[in-house]
């Protein structure tokens, strides 16, 4: 990979971590619902004008919408309001991983390996350090509730892949942009509903410029720029070559969230964040040296 594409992995990984403090940033002025539906709206004016509808069902695109718009991100604002930190957001979001390649097994009857069930052993024993003390350390800013919200965002991030998989090889950006379509308006119907009028006019009318530059920030940066870099450099690597680069979101979120925002670091964090990094990396390697070896074998 030539320097000027790598620095470019490592600016969308970097973004992408960082991206969970600018979300906490934001929900001080946002109830969570409302930010995401600001942040969707913002994905599709004026995207879906920019680019061609895909030549994908509109069901599909409801689907994928829908599981990010409510699923992933509406969930995950919920849950960083007040019910987690964001540096433990950015690492159990990542969950994701093992939710879509269990999702995968169920649908097209693969087998589990060995290295896969270890590699999903060590990011539950993490996930479980993370739960077991946000009900036993009372400093810890998480909660049970949040813990279990994220990991649901997680599940509806694999749903959305899934989901995505089936698109087909298509312009991801103005697939993300046609299917924020289908985003806004339940999300704006719950935000109505569990946030109400008031809350909605007074967020709007009342939050900071830095909090409305968040939000475009949100549309932006993290949705068009990353995703669109991300997919291009897709287009022209291997993709073992580039998903390893993810490993560093939850490294970007962690560190982000401990210098800007102050979050502790205690040790049950770092090992916690060992064990599910240690897991997603057990994921990506061991499949690409159990392919080598049998290249090796088959070169005798």
Not at 72 to 90: C, E, H, K, N
Not at 205 to 216: D, K, R, Y
Not at 282 to 300: K, Q, V
Request: hydrophobic share 65%; proline share 5%.
């Amino acid at each position: 990979m030539p320097l000027s594409h790598l620095l470019l992995a490592l600016s969308v990984v970097f973004i992408w971590g960082t991206n969970f403090v600018v979300i906490k940033w934001a929900l001080a002025d946002f109830p969570p619902f409302l930010f995401a539906a600001l942040r969707f709206l913002l994905s599709v004016l004026p995207w879906v004008l920019l680019f061609r509808r895909p030549a994908v069902p509109w069901s599909r695109l409801a689907a994928f919408g829908v599981l990010l718009g409510v699923g992933q991100f509406g969930v995950l604002y919920w849950a960083m309001q007040r019910d987690i930190t964001p540096g433990m957001a950015s690492l159990l979001v990542q969950s994701q991983v093992f939710f879509t390649i269990l999702m995968s097994m169920a649908f097209t009857g693969e087998r589990m390996r060995l290295w896969q069930a270890l590699a999903l052993a060590l990011a539950v024993a993490g996930y479980a350090v993370v739960a077991w003390y946000s009900v036993a350390d009372p400093g810890a800013a998480i909660t049970l509730l949040g813990v279990g919200l994220v990991l649901l965002a997680g599940l509806s991030w694999a749903c959305a892949n899934m989901v995505a998989r089936t698109a087909g090889r298509v312009n991801m950006v103005g697939f993300i942009a046609w299917s924020s379509l289908f985003a806004v308006p339940p999300i704006v119907l719950i935000s109505l509903l569990a946030e109400g009028p008031a809350a909605i006019a007074q967020a709007v009318t009342h939050a900071s410029p830095a909090a409305w530059a968040a939000v475009l920030w949100q549309a932006v940066g993290n949705t068009v720029f990353g995703f669109g870099a991300w997919n291009w450099l897709l287009a022209r690597h291997p993709a073992t070559t580039v998903a390893p680069m993810a490993l560093l979101v939850p490294v970007f979120g962690m560190l982000a969230s401990t210098l800007l925002l102050d979050e502790s670091l205690p040790g049950w964090k770092l090992s916690a964040a060992a064990l599910v990094l240690g897991g997603l990396a057990l994921n990506l390697y061991a499949g690409r040296l159990e392919a080598a070896a049998r290249m090796a074998r088959a070169g005798r």
